[in-house]
């Protein structure tokens, strides 16, 4: 068993899996990933888990330099956006339409679906690299 860190499988290997440029997508229960995408459902129930905790396991170990969020998270799900802020306090937060996002996933290393249900609570990471 692991000592630490990630400990569900699929995550782990997908965060060494991951390079520098390349995108991973934590969604809501709600987002549609198409069907052509690497979808790793961590959801166990409505709200459970929540979005941000998981994200906040990942970054322990991968690099990121940059997340996009869709602009109507500001709007519609303004203390959700600012808890991201604050768990990314020094990362650059990009925003684009929701639709846009939607567009991007086929273009992910992989979609991590949580049990979110706030409104418009996706985040795609731009991995980074350590060094």
Same mark, same amino acid.
């Given at each position: 068993?692991?000592? =630490?860190?990630?400990?569900?499988? #699929?995550?782990?290997?997908? *965060?060494?899996?991951?390079?520098?440029?390349?995108?991973?997508?934590?969604?809501?229960?709600?987002?549609?990933?198409?069907?052509?995408?690497?979808?790793?459902?961590? %959801? *166990? %129930?409505?709200?459970?888990?929540?979005?941000?905790?998981?994200?906040?396991?990942?970054?322990?170990?991968?690099?990121?330099?940059? *997340? =996009?969020?869709?602009?109507?998270?500001?709007?519609? =799900?303004?203390?959700?956006? =600012?808890?991201?802020? +604050?768990?990314?306090?020094?990362?650059?937060?990009?925003?684009?339409?929701? #639709?846009?996002?939607?567009?991007?996933?086929?273009?992910?290393?992989?979609?991590? +679906?949580?049990? #979110?249900?706030?409104?418009?609570?996706?985040?795609?990471?731009?991995?980074? *690299?350590?060094?």
């Amino acid at each position: 068993m692991k000592k =630490s860190g990630l400990l569900n499988p #699929e995550l782990s290997a997908l *965060v060494a899996q991951a390079g520098h440029t390349q995108h991973i997508v934590l969604a809501d229960a709600g987002l549609p990933i198409p069907p052509q995408v690497r979808c790793i459902d961590v %959801s *166990v %129930s409505a709200g459970l888990p929540q979005l941000l905790p998981v994200l906040q396991a990942i970054l322990g170990e991968l690099v990121i330099e940059a *997340v =996009s969020v869709a602009q109507e998270t500001r709007d519609l =799900s303004p203390q959700w956006y =600012s808890e991201l802020q +604050r768990t990314l306090p020094e990362v650059p937060v990009h925003e684009l339409p929701h #639709e846009a996002l939607k567009e991007g996933l086929p273009q992910a290393l992989a979609v991590i +679906r949580t049990g #979110e249900t706030t409104p418009y609570a996706n985040v795609i990471l731009h991995c980074g *690299v350590n060094f």
